[in-house]
């Protein structure tokens, strides 16, 4: 399985930004996609997520600003960013699980920098 992560890249605060990921190398449909996120010097942490069940869950900095969304035929999870805040500036990385051998899988990471 191999993620490419892409959309990352410099936004002023209050501004909005839009990461995509695309997961591929498998026939499988992926049902658990998400985004964590890990800033300098702090550990990764949940951002949001699809769970098995099909519910979305969403770390608490950012509920209400961001929005997680998935086109499951392309394999494909997204990450609306809107009204960013410098404190939003991390590596955020995508992960899918795989349906069957219930594996972790994680893209490489795309830097989302905000500027005050």
């Known amino acids: 399985v191999q993620l490419q992560a892409c959309g990352g890249g410099s936004v002023q605060a209050g501004g909005s930004a839009r990461l995509s990921c695309l997961a591929s190398g498998s026939i499988f449909r992926f049902n658990v996609m998400g985004w964590h996120r890990q800033a300098p010097g702090k550990q990764r942490e949940l951002v949001a997520s699809?769970?098995?069940?099909?519910?979305?869950i969403y770390g608490d900095s950012v509920k209400g600003r961001f929005t997680i969304s998935k086109d499951s035929p392309k394999n494909t999870v997204y990450l609306q960013m809107n009204s960013l805040k410098p404190e939003d500036t991390a590596v955020y990385y995508c992960y899918v699980k795989h349906p069957i051998l219930r594996s972790d899988h994680w893209g490489q990471g795309t830097l989302v920098t905000v500027s005050s």
């Open positions: 699809f769970t098995s069940d099909g519910n979305t």
